[in-house]
C-alpha cells in the first residue's frame, strides 16, 4: 500500500512540475499582463494543489492542511487575479494583440451618463 501512495506521490509532482514549468514559460513569453495573469492564476494554481495532493498523499497526517491549503488556495486565486486584472485595466495597460474589450464599451457608456 505504500507503494501505491508513493507512485500516487510521484505522478502527482510530476505533473505539478510540468503545470509550474508551462505557467513560467507562459509568464516569459505572453505580451502583455492580461494573459500573464490568466497563466499564473490558472496553471500555476494547478501545480501548487498537485504539490499539496502529493504532500497529502505522501504524509497522511497532512491531509486536514492540505485540504485546507487548497480551499484557500482554490478561493482566493482566481479573485486576486481579476483584481489585478481590473487594477490594470483601470490605470491603463495596454492590450496586446486584444481581438475585443468589452470595458471599453462600458466605460463609454458611464462618460455619456454622466
Not at 505522478?11 to 503545470?19: E, L
Not at 497522511?60 to 486565486?77: D, E, H, N, Q, Y
Amino acid at each position: 500500500m505504500e507503494a501505491a501512495f508513493l507512485i500516487i506521490a510521484i505522478v502527482a509532482v510530476m505533473i505539478g512540475t510540468f503545470f509550474s514549468v508551462v505557467g513560467v514559460v507562459g509568464y516569459i513569453r505572453l505580451p502583455d499582463v492580461y494573459t500573464r495573469l490568466h497563466t499564473t492564476g490558472k496553471i500555476a494554481v494547478f501545480g501548487i494543489v498537485l504539490f499539496l495532493v502529493a504532500a497529502g498523499v505522501w504524509v497522511p497526517s497532512g491531509w486536514t492542511r492540505a485540504l485546507v491549503l487548497i480551499f484557500f488556495l482554490l478561493a482566493a486565486g482566481p479573485p486576486t487575479a481579476h483584481a489585478m486584472g481590473s487594477a490594470a485595466y483601470r490605470i491603463g495597460l495596454p492590450m496586446i494583440n486584444s481581438m475585443r474589450d468589452d470595458l471599453a464599451a462600458h466605460d463609454e457608456s458611464l462618460d455619456k451618463s454622466t
